[in-house]
């Protein structure tokens, strides 16, 4: 059982398009959401997270839109460039004892062509 | 800037055999994690640790162990390397009382043949 649902799987976008990947989850325990990228022989890094009491947060290219009442998120990469190309993962994030576990979804390979 | 270290790149070893992983974070951070990473199937959360000989199951323990003996060094055993372990694995840690970032390393390929 996924809790964090993450589409699409392959995503091809031209150089300077918008790439766009949702995630959808059912826990409402989770309250920090995050996103993170990974290029291929790395491990994953934060790119940007949001909280749930608010809509949307941008930094840079990079915007997460937040639909608590739909329990969605989704990544938006404007003008993507070709150095964009990696594997994007949502995550959810919650309390559990004395630690935060994160909960990630299924990931995106994007390819941005040139 | 954080470092979180994982003692292989690359390992391959037969079915049966006990294998050990290593994770060493240099930022004294409280929480480690251990994950194995599939295509297709994302991150998965195999044991984590708040805390120096604590130790909690995530969502796929089963064939696995962990032991955390100081507080910079999370170590995943296999007890008995079976295929379906071969995967690639990453190592995680996070501080407590900080925010729920998680930083990883590298990640160790392990083959299981």
């Known amino acids: 059982q996924q809790q964090v649902k993450q589409s699409p799987q392959s995503l091809i976008v031209q150089k300077g398009g918008i790439s766009i990947i949702n995630c959808a989850y059912e826990?409402?325990?989770?309250?920090?959401f995050p996103w993170y990228q990974q290029f291929p022989g790395k491990g994953p890094a934060l790119l940007i997270a949001?909280?749930?009491?608010?809509s949307e947060k941008k930094e840079g290219r990079f915007t997460i839109s937040f639909n608590k009442s739909a329990k969605q998120f989704s990544l938006h990469i404007m003008d993507s460039q070709p150095g964009d190309s990696a594997t994007y993962f949502c995550a959810a994030s919650k309390r559990t004892g004395s630690a935060r576990q994160l909960t990630f979804g299924s990931g995106t390979q994007l390819t941005v062509l040139p | 800037d954080v470092k979180v270290t994982q003692s292989s790149r690359y390992l391959v070893k037969r079915t049966g055999e006990k294998v050990f992983l290593e994770c060493v974070q240099d930022?004294?951070?409280?929480?480690m994690f251990w994950y194995r990473q599939d295509p297709g199937l994302g991150l998965r959360l195999i044991y984590f640790?708040?805390?120096?000989?604590?130790?909690e199951k995530g969502d796929i323990p089963e064939g696995y162990s962990v032991s955390r003996e100081k507080k910079e060094r999370f170590s995943l055993i296999l007890e008995s390397a079976s295929t379906n372990q071969t995967s690639m694995y990453l190592c995680a840690s996070s501080l407590r009382a900080g925010g729920p970032e998680a930083f990883f390393g590298q990640g160790t390929r392990l083959t299981v043949v």
């Open positions: 930022m004294d951070h409280e929480n």
């Open positions: 949001i909280r749930p009491d608010v």
């Open positions: 826990n409402t325990a989770f309250d920090y």
């Open positions: 640790s708040y805390d120096v000989k604590m130790k």
